[in-house]
């Protein structure tokens, strides 16, 4: 895997709401294509979020994962990844409930507790088509996004037993060292799958000596016990990509995370943004690897063992 980097995407989320752009995917349909898309384009992994269809507000029951989960599966050998993310205003007992009842290869895991700030937002868009969108974005003004020991043990208790393994994200230097205590006391096994976030606001910024700073931290506490990844939110997206993939490191794209695809231009698709990062790993000389090759890079139970 030294010159293999694996691409997730992050289809829709929870940030975006559906007025800020057309190609956010809402319906299950529309999320199944969408991740099929980005799966043939270059998308080792998906990581799925559901919406409901009537506004686009992010529904976290597991009988809104179903249908595109079915779907994705039917059509696509990529790596599903479900969130346990959720929303930040949502319990834990609600965010892991799909995980839970899928058990899916992968999933989400936040390693600590934050501020999450999506209010600038509203510097930037201002029509919206449902009364929740802007709501929502207000109230991260006063939103802790809560994860602490005794959540993120109780998600690593109730996945790991059907043979989930899990994308640590880690937003902060301290949610690294977070990571470091799980792991120090038996609760997670390597390979680790350290998914370092930069340029929400409550959590570490986008420049280029936050990336080397988590990359060396993260040396430091894992050695090669792990795979790391990055993903930049909003336009920090292709720009910490290329630094990550030039670090040897796997890079995460999608419309979750950013709708754009150039300076004020919105991305099309997800499968768009999977091409740019796709050309930016084979500029470097370096691969795309494959479903299956992510799946033996990170020591996962394979497809037909899920529950969907």
């Not at 980005?38 to 998308?43: R, Y």
């Not at 986008?206 to 090669?224: E, N, Q, W």
Request: hydrophobic letters at 45%.
């Amino acid at each position: 895997m030294a010159s293999k980097i694996i691409i997730t995407c992050a289809v829709t989320g929870s940030i975006h709401t559906p007025s800020m752009s057309p190609a956010l995917p809402v319906t299950a349909e529309e999320i199944a294509e969408a991740a099929i898309g980005a799966a043939e384009a270059g998308a080792a992994i998906v990581h799925l979020h559901a919406r409901d269809p009537k506004d686009g507000r992010p529904d976290q029951t597991p009988e809104a994962f179903l249908p595109f989960l079915q779907r994705i599966k039917q059509r696509s050998g990529c790596v599903i990844n479900l969130t346990t993310g959720g929303a930040p205003w949502m319990k834990v007992e609600e965010r892991i409930a799909p995980a839970r009842k899928f058990r899916p290869e992968v999933a989400s895991l936040n390693m600590g507790s934050m501020n999450f700030g999506l209010f600038p937002m509203l510097q930037r868009f201002s029509e919206f088509r449902h009364a929740w969108e802007p709501q929502a974005l207000e109230a991260s003004r006063d939103l802790v996004f809560r994860n602490t020991f005794a959540d993120i043990e109780f998600a690593i208790h109730e996945l790991g037993e059907g043979g989930t393994r899990f994308e640590f994200e880690c937003y902060d230097t301290s949610h690294l060292y977070n990571l470091a205590h799980f792991l120090d006391r038996g609760l997670v096994e390597p390979p680790l799958f350290v998914q370092t976030v930069f340029g929400i606001l409550g959590g570490i910024g986008p420049h280029p000596d936050d990336v080397s700073h988590m990359r060396r931290t993260a040396d430091r506490l894992f050695g090669k016990d792990y795979q790391w990844s990055v993903l930049g939110a909003g336009r920090s997206q292709l720009q910490v990509a290329a630094m990550a993939a030039a670090m040897g490191g796997n890079i995460r794209v999608g419309l979750e995370d950013s709708l754009w695809i150039g300076p004020g231009k919105l991305a099309r698709s997800n499968a768009e943004q999977v091409l740019k990062a796709r050309q930016i790993v084979e500029g470097l000389g370096l691969e795309v690897a494959t479903p299956d090759e992510a799946r033996a890079a990170l020591g996962l139970k394979g497809g037909a063992d899920v529950a969907f």
